[in-house]
């Protein structure tokens, strides 16, 4: 196996970052979405292995209200989301928003799941090293899940992490960081609609355009992006599917 093999069968769709980030914009300026007209929202990992990637779509978009979380979960809640609400453009009337919501992985040169490289640190490093904490703390019966929600007030990110993903793992025994990864991708994708709501719950109507995936880190320094959701949601119910063709 090589990483072409692994990319092209287990994250069919997948692209260069670089064409997902223009394939953004190139999708939504038919909408009139461009930068300087709407507010970026982003949500990718915590690791240092993400930025390059979050830094492309602020270049493209601008500056943008920080989501991030461990995994590429959102980790605001409801009044962060708010702040986020009142800092759009506003424009005739409207306010428009790009949410981004990427969970990660690495893929390695042969191939191999999980597998990264960081610029100085010697040896195999993996991603996303809180999944696959998750993924450690399941095949070691260490999570509650006799008492959920259950949240450690000294790691609140990942407890609520192994909180809603323990639930969706149907083999803690066996359980593996490529399914972890897809879990991940599942709940950002159902969390775009608290966020949504939020933004909503507004006295000026809200569209909002969608992108969710995950985010592949390839050998020397390669990004690809898996899309999930790709939408631009009106306020009013219209939804219109978008292409990265």
Known sequence: MTFTDTLTL???????????????QNALTGFGVIRGSALPLIAT???ELAFALTAEL???W??????????GLFALGRTGVVAARGHAPLIGGRRTFVLFGLTH????????IGECERLGVPGKTYACGALLAVGDALRHDDVRTSDYPYLDPQDPEQSRLRDRIAPRVSDHA??????LTRIARELIDEGTADVVHVLRD???PADIALFTGIHIHGPRGADYVQPSLAVFDR???ETTELSFG
């Open 174 to 179: 066996k359980t593996g960081l490529l399914e």
């Open 45 to 47: 990992c915590r690791d």
């Open 235 to 237: 306020a009013g119910g």
């Open 58 to 60: 602020q270049r493209a």
């Open 202 to 204: 507004d006295e000026y």
């Open 62 to 71: 601008g500056g943008a209200f920080n989501m991030a979380g461990l995994a």
């Open 105 to 112: 992985i690495g893929v390695g040169e042969s191939g191999e």
């Open 10 to 24: 287990e994250f069919p769709g997948a692209v260069p970052a670089n064409q997902f980030v223009s394939g953004t």
